[in-house]
């Protein structure tokens, strides 16, 4: 698990420490569309929102949560980390 400085900091802000080994989705369900449905923990928020996680490729997924369902939203893509060995 990776996260950036930045993205440490944020959560330190809104009152989330550590960042790491934070559950961010949770109640996952499968979307018709693909993808899944699920509860998103935005750290620098410190909220639970509605949004979607999508995989993009084997490797990336895709995360977005709305304040309002479709509305307000933000989004982020991560990366699988590599094993170096």
């Known amino acids: 698990m990776y996260a950036t400085p930045k ?39 410190n909220l639970n929102l509605s949004g979607t996680a999508s995989l993009v490729d084997p490797d990336t997924l895709k995360v977005q949560g709305c304040l309002v369902i479709g509305v307000l939203c933000k989004s982020q893509v991560w990366t699988r980390v590599k094993d170096a060995g």
């Open 7 to 45: 993205a440490q900091a944020d959560a330190r802000r809104s009152g989330v420490a550590p960042l790491i080994g934070i559950r961010i989705l949770k109640d996952l369900t499968p979307n018709p569309a693909g993808g899944w449905f699920a509860k998103v923990f935005v750290p620098d928020l």
